[in-house]
């Protein structure tokens, strides 16, 4: 199947690229760290929750382990074929509307950050619209020197190397981040928009949704809880 780029967007790499750049197989190998914890320690237990961009699986597997129901939510059939033992839903997310509320919605991968603000506010909008009375939002920032800090490597335990390589400006406050991850069998790059925000201009975003933060649950500030705006 064809998919349409994101403009702005690349991927390169063996296997499909989604419209945002990222590469299935790529995605398929990534290790998930510990957002499942922070996750269950900050939703109730047994919770539904709605995972918006969940790609493969990689935090929904580990979240239905932990005993949550998970509706998983992406643009792309192909990430969605990799994810087992929940309720899988292609669809943009900036368009979604189900009709029900979740106990708590998941954006996460920086989709906040998107480039395009009219995205950006359609993504927080279909988080408020699907959240029952009384939930939450866990959404990941971007850390403080994310498009700063350039370039640097981390090199993973479980063997390969995640390089990101530079962050441009493109206009209108919009950077174009390029990273690439070596395997010995393989290597893939991304190329994707982000606009970077402050502390203010994050906490103003949400508001515009009817959303406000509840907590901040990691020191970095990357991790947020957000409530509907009382």
Same mark, same amino acid.
């Not at 709605?50 to 643009?75: I, K, N, Q, W, Y």
């Not at 850390?143 to 640097?152: A, F, K, N, Q, S």
């Not at 906490?203 to 500030?221: F, I, M, Q, R, W």
């Given at each position: 199947?064809?998919?349409?780029?994101?403009?702005?967007?690349?991927?390169?790499?063996?296997?499909?690229?989604?419209?945002?750049? /990222?590469?299935?197989?790529?995605?398929?190998?990534?290790?998930?760290?510990?957002?499942?914890?922070?996750?269950?320690?900050?939703?109730?237990?047994?919770?539904?929750?709605?995972?918006?961009? =969940?790609?493969?699986?990689?935090?929904?597997?580990?979240?239905?382990?932990?005993?949550?129901?998970?509706?998983?939510?992406?643009? =792309?059939?192909?990430?969605?074929?990799?994810?087992?033992? #929940?309720?899988?839903? /292609?669809?943009?997310?900036?368009?979604?509307?189900?009709?029900?509320?979740?106990?708590?919605?998941?954006?996460?991968?920086?989709?906040?950050? #998107?480039?395009?603000?009219?995205?950006?506010?359609?993504?927080?909008?279909?988080?408020?619209?699907?959240?029952?009375?009384?939930? /939450?939002?866990?959404?990941?920032?971007?850390?403080?020197?994310?498009?700063?800090?350039?370039?640097? &490597?981390?090199?993973?335990?479980?063997? %390969?190397?995640?390089?990101?390589?530079?962050? &441009?400006?493109?206009?209108?406050?919009?950077?174009?981040?390029?990273? &690439?991850?070596? %395997?010995?069998?393989?290597?893939?790059?991304?190329? %994707?928009?982000?606009?970077?925000?402050?502390?203010?201009?994050?906490?103003?975003?949400?508001?515009? #949704?009817?959303?406000?933060?509840? &907590?901040?649950?990691?020191?970095?500030?990357?991790?947020?809880?957000?409530?509907?705006?009382?």
């Amino acid at each position: 199947m064809t998919v349409e780029m994101r403009e702005g967007y690349e991927g390169t790499g063996p296997g499909a690229i989604t419209p945002d750049g /990222c590469a299935v197989e790529l995605y398929s190998r990534l290790p998930v760290r510990d957002e499942p914890d922070i996750i269950a320690a900050a939703v109730p237990p047994g919770a539904r929750i709605l995972e918006l961009g =969940s790609g493969v699986g990689r935090m929904t597997h580990p979240l239905l382990e932990r005993g949550f129901t998970v509706t998983a939510v992406d643009e =792309s059939a192909e990430m969605l074929e990799r994810v087992h033992g #929940a309720r899988t839903i /292609c669809s943009p997310i900036e368009n979604l509307d189900l009709g029900e509320t979740f106990d708590a919605v998941m954006l996460a991968s920086f989709l906040v950050h #998107a480039g395009d603000v009219e995205v950006r506010q359609g993504m927080l909008r279909t988080c408020a619209r699907h959240l029952a009375e009384g939930g /939450c939002v866990l959404i990941q920032r971007e850390g403080e020197d994310y498009h700063t800090d350039l370039p640097r &490597e981390r090199v993973d335990p479980s063997g %390969f190397t995640v390089r990101m390589l530079s962050s &441009e400006p493109v206009g209108d406050g919009v950077n174009s981040v390029r990273a &690439e991850y070596v %395997f010995p069998d393989a290597v893939w790059t991304q190329t %994707f928009r982000a606009r970077p925000l402050t502390k203010e201009e994050f906490e103003d975003a949400l508001a515009e #949704a009817g959303l406000e933060v509840d &907590e901040y649950l990691t020191p970095d500030g990357v991790w947020v809880r957000a409530v509907r705006t009382a």
